[in-house]
């Protein structure tokens, strides 16, 4: 929350902790897409702190630097991070995230094998290192390389489904961290039929989930229709508002036939605009 970071500045502030406060003015720029002046404040902090710093203060400069698009940059610090904090899953998993915007160098794929090696069982890492989809691709060879990593991607998730290897909670721990925080969006663009990949993954996700919350995971009796006979239908989404998601859905609400639906929209962001109201 930028506004509670910008108190814990201001306190620091007031305590006369000039480094802290300088910290935390530079998280604030980091959420307010500030990323020039978050990257001044982050080094200045470094230099009179003499000291490393945080996990979270290593994952902020490095993304910092990638929407600039000065991935070298982030590359480094993410690797400077990593001689810090060796076995952080967090530092793991958002350095192996850069190469969703910037394809895997021979040097990148020899340090990701590095981190599996070093961690054999740490599955998120293994889960990751498979799922590395670019944006761009130069050649349908290239999208066919990618296409069969992820095949092999898909294919881990089966044997780890039926290697019962989720029944530890360290693995379920770990994994949950995977999947709750990565998707495969960048799958689409390799403009192939992804309908039986993403089945396939949403059939792992709903394995995962119901070993994590084993209460939301019972079949439920269908609800009777509305004393006018209707069906109820409810659509729960973060992008209600103005957003490509909300274009592709609002048909749906807009043209669901009244007389034989009742339709309900549920939506968890507090940014609300005309699309929002509509």
């Known amino acids: 929350n930028t506004a509670n970071l910008e108190k814990i500045a201001q306190a620091y502030e007031k305590n006369n902790n000039q480094h802290q406060a300088l910290l935390y003015y530079g998280y604030v720029d980091y959420r ?25 203060y290593y994952v902020a400069l490095a993304d910092c630097y990638r929407k600039l698009g000065k991935e070298k940059q982030s590359r480094e610090t993410y690797i400077e991070a990593l001689k810090y ?3 952080n899953n967090y530092l ?12 895997c ?5 020899a340090l990701i094998e590095q981190f599996i090696q070093e961690s054999p069982d740490n599955i998120a890492i293994q889960i990751e290192s498979k799922r590395i989809l670019p ?5 349908e060879e290239e999208i ?26 360290k693995n379920l721990d770990s994994v949950f961290i995977s999947v709750n925080g990565f998707t495969n969006f960048y799958l689409q663009y390799q403009y192939k039929n992804d309908k039986q990949l993403q089945q396939k993954y949403g059939t792992f996700i709903n394995y995962v989930m119901g070993l994590k919350y084993p209460n ?35 048909g749906w609400f807009k043209h ?22 509509e």
């Open 256 to 277: 669901g036939n009244k007389e034989q639906v009742e339709i309900y929209c549920y939506y968890g962001e507090l940014i609300f605009d005309q699309v929002t109201n």
């Open 92 to 103: 793991y998993l958002n350095f192996i995230l850069l190469f969703q915007s910037d394809k």
């Open 144 to 169: 066919n390389y990618y296409r069969n990593k992820f095949q092999e991607f898909i294919n881990y998730l089966d044997h780890l489904m039926t290697s019962n290897k989720l029944l530890e909670s």
């Open 105 to 109: 160098t021979k040097e990148d794929e």
């Open 85 to 87: 904090y060796p076995q």
């Open 216 to 250: 939301y995971n019972q079949s439920l009796t269908m609800p009777p229709l509305t004393s006018e006979g209707k069906i109820k239908i409810g659509y729960m989404s973060m992008a209600m508002n103005f957003h490509t998601v909300s274009k592709l859905i609002k």
């Open 32 to 56: 307010q897409d500030k990323y020039e002046e978050a990257i001044k404040k982050f080094k200045q902090f470094f230099v009179d702190h003499n000291e490393r710093g945080t996990v979270f």
């Open 135 to 139: 944006i761009i691709y130069e050649s």
